[in-house]
T-cell receptor, first 112, second 114 residues
């Protein structure tokens, strides 16, 4: 158990819908990272927040957005969902910048 | 920009035999290197990391990796594998304080044969 929690574990929704994935980092960690894992694209970095501020952006679509709240939990919002958005979404956290990242168990999103 | 290549998508190996999973990276600056393991239906777990210092890095579960700057490689090794090592292994690179992004390789699936 890494100490990073993600909810929900599974999510099934339809095309065009909007969903929110939630992540609680390890106690004391200030950085939160979001990743998407799919069969064709592999593991892709989406976005990082550090102490509430966006720190780095990767291959994140404009339909996706994220934020980190004052209590340091983070949410990833996915809108206008397409079939290709079906994937495992991982959250990771680290103490500061460039520290070891600890991964949560992931949220499996299925878009029908 | 940095990139990571894992040359083998799958590696079958007999139980108790040694294994090497290959990883090559490219970057124009100093890098931090990582190996993560993903067991079936689970998240990623850090096996080991290289930040600086000794080029031979020991990790959990008997794994070790060697950083070779001239060959831009960071191969993962274990002298004797167990059935419980069945998993997908990801090599990753970060440019550290210059860039917090971690770039992952496509992964190598390790199959342990009885």
């Amino acid at each position: 158990d890494s100490g990073v929690t993600q909810t929900p574990k599974h999510l099934i929704t339809a095309t065009g819908q909007r969903v929110t994935l939630r992540c609680s980092p390890r106690s004391g960690d200030l950085s939160v990272y979001w990743y998407q894992q799919s069969l064709d694209q592999g593991l892709q970095f989406l976005i990082q927040y550090y102490n509430g501020e966006e720190r780095a952006k990767g291959n994140i679509l404009e339909r996706f957005s994220a934020q980190q709240f004052p209590d340091l939990h983070s949410e990833l919002n996915l809108s206008s969902l397409e079939l290709g958005d079906s994937a495992l979404y991982f959250c990771a956290s680290s103490v500061g910048l460039s520290d070891t990242q600890y991964f949560g168990p992931g949220t499996r999103l299925t878009v029908l | 920009a940095q990139s990571v290549t894992q040359l083998d998508s799958q590696v079958p190996v007999f139980e108790e035999a040694p294994v090497e999973l290959r990883c090559n990276y490219s970057s124009s600056v100093s890098v931090y290197l990582f190996w993560y393991v993903q067991y079936p239906n689970q998240g990623l777990q850090l096996l080991l990391k290289y930040l600086s210092g000794s080029t031979l890095v020991k990790g959990i579960n008997g794994f070790e990796a060697e950083f070779n700057k001239s060959q831009t490689s960071f191969h993962l090794r274990k002298p004797s594998v167990h059935i419980s090592d069945t998993a997908e292994y990801f090599c990753a690179v970060s440019e550290g304080v210059r860039d917090d992004k971690i770039i992952f390789g496509k992964g190598t699936r390790l199959h342990i044969l009885p």
